[in-house]
């Protein structure tokens, strides 16, 4: 049931958020007066069309991939302790809080209309990793966080124009169903 709320959420959100975001494209369009339809750079030299979702129905497939992509990693047992969605034009920069003895798993799917690939970074205290996220992939990357203060992840806004999102999930698991590394923040010696 709670994944059911979760995902309707998020379906909510991102809605919501893309509405505003083509009015405001809209808005500026008006108060900028016409726009020069002739391409930039060299002459003879057209620049590469972006690629870009079509339409709602496309983001919104795109958001049942991602969701799919993260209950693909979901240990059994994990309990919910947060979520989100975000665009890839604006990015994430996101502090977690990780209290009690559990340890965390931090998964990440992202979807863009086109192959590409993100980098997310987590930091906590004086240790920071960095993870190469590809879009479209099938399961989310989880990655390992033990219990005991803040850790912050960290995703660059793609820059314009670059459709795409990133869904996100914080669980806790039980000390036995940690998969590989214990902190992959920290990184372990093999």
Same mark, same amino acid.
């Given at each position: 049931?709670?994944?059911?709320?979760?995902?309707?959420?998020?379906?909510?959100?991102?809605?919501?958020?893309?509405?505003?975001?083509?009015?405001?494209?809209?808005?500026?369009?008006?108060?900028?007066?016409?726009?020069?339809? !002739?391409?930039?750079? /060299?002459?003879?030299? %057209?620049?590469?069309? =972006?690629?870009?979702?079509? #339409?709602? +129905?496309?983001?919104? &497939?795109?958001?049942?991939?991602?969701?799919?992509?993260?209950?693909?990693?979901?240990?059994?047992?994990?309990?919910?302790?947060?979520?989100?969605?975000?665009?890839?034009?604006?990015?994430?920069?996101?502090?977690?809080?990780?209290?009690?003895?559990?340890?965390?798993?931090?998964?990440? !799917?992202?979807?863009? /209309?086109?192959?590409? %690939?993100?980098?997310? =970074?987590?930091?906590?205290? #004086?240790? +920071?990793?960095?993870? &190469?996220?590809?879009?479209?992939?099938?399961?989310?990357?989880?990655?390992?966080?033990?219990?005991?203060?803040?850790?912050?992840?960290?995703?660059?806004?793609?820059?314009?124009?670059?459709?795409?999102?990133?869904?996100?999930?914080?669980?806790?698991?039980?000390?036995?169903?940690?998969?590989?590394?214990?902190?992959?923040?920290?990184?372990?010696?093999?």
């Amino acid at each position: 049931m709670r994944t059911r709320q979760g995902l309707a959420l998020a379906l909510v959100v991102s809605v919501a958020a893309l509405t505003g975001a083509c009015a405001e494209t809209e808005h500026r369009k008006g108060a900028s007066g016409p726009r020069s339809t !002739a391409p930039s750079g /060299p002459p003879g030299v %057209s620049p590469a069309p =972006t690629p870009s979702w079509s #339409g709602k +129905e496309e983001q919104e &497939d795109a958001m049942r991939r991602a969701a799919r992509a993260l209950d693909a990693v979901r240990p059994e047992g994990a309990e919910r302790v947060d979520e989100g969605m975000v665009s890839l034009r604006q990015g994430l920069k996101r502090v977690f809080g990780t209290q009690g003895s559990q340890p965390y798993v931090f998964a990440v !799917a992202c979807q863009a /209309p086109a192959a590409r %690939s993100v980098t997310l =970074t987590l930091t906590r205290g #004086g240790e +920071e990793s960095e993870w &190469d996220v590809t879009c479209g992939d099938r399961e989310a990357d989880p990655f390992n966080v033990p219990a005991g203060g803040r850790f912050t992840a960290e995703l660059g806004p793609a820059g314009q124009p670059a459709d795409g999102l990133v869904l996100w999930r914080l669980d806790t698991l039980a000390p036995g169903e940690v998969d590989g590394c214990e902190d992959d923040i920290k990184g372990c010696e093999d």
